[in-house]
C-alpha cells in the first residue's frame, strides 16, 4: 500500500505542477482585454453637376491644353524624341482644338477648321516619316500653327464668339 500512496502522490504532485505551472491554464482563468467596437464608415454617394465649368472656362481649358501640347510638339520635332511621342502630342493638340471648335460660333469655327485641317495634316506627315526626315519643315509647320492660333484665337480675341 505503501508503494501505491506513493505512486499516487507522485502522479497527484505532477499533476499539479502540470496544471498549475502551464501557461496555458493560466491563461483560460484570466480576463481578457475586451476590444474596442470600430465605428462603421458611411459613405453617402453626391451628385455633381455634368459640367461645372461656364463655357468661358472650358475654352479657356481647351486653349490652355492646347497650348501647351503645341509647344510640346514643336520643340519635340526639333529634338531626338520618338515618333510615337510626336504623334501623341499632335493628336492631343487636335482633340483641343476640336474642342475649342465646338465652343466657337459657326464663323470663328470655320476659321478655326482650316487649322484643324492643317494640323491633321501634320500629324499625318508626323505618322508617315518614320526616320524625322522632314524634322525642320513639320517643326515650321508647328510653330506656323501655334502662332496663327495663338494671335487669332486667344480667349481676348473670340470672347464675343464663344456659346
Not at 491554464?25 to 451628385?47: A, C, L
Not at 459640367?51 to 510638339?73: D, G, S
Amino acid at each position: 500500500m505503501r508503494i501505491g500512496a506513493f505512486i499516487y502522490f507522485i502522479l497527484s504532485v505532477f499533476v499539479l505542477t502540470n496544471c498549475l505551472g502551464c501557461d496555458a491554464f493560466v491563461r483560460k482563468f484570466t480576463r481578457k482585454k475586451t476590444k474596442e467596437k470600430e465605428i462603421e464608415v458611411v459613405f453617402v454617394p453626391e451628385e455633381y453637376p455634368d459640367n461645372p465649368f461656364t463655357p468661358e472656362q472650358r475654352y479657356r481649358q481647351y486653349f490652355l491644353f492646347w497650348k501647351t501640347w503645341q509647344r510640346e510638339l514643336a520643340d519635340n520635332i526639333r529634338g531626338n524624341v520618338s515618333r510615337k511621342r510626336l504623334i501623341r502630342c499632335a493628336e492631343e493638340a487636335l482633340k483641343n482644338l476640336n474642342g475649342m471648335k465646338e465652343m466657337l460660333l459657326e464663323k470663328k469655327a470655320a476659321e478655326l477648321g482650316k487649322a484643324i485641317e492643317e494640323m491633321s495634316s501634320l500629324r499625318d506627315e508626323l505618322a508617315a516619316d518614320k526616320y524625322n526626315s522632314n524634322a525642320s519643315l513639320n517643326s515650321a509647320r508647328a510653330d506656323s500653327i501655334l502662332r496663327r492660333v495663338n494671335r487669332d484665337f486667344d480667349f481676348a480675341e473670340v470672347r464675343d464668339q464663344v456659346k
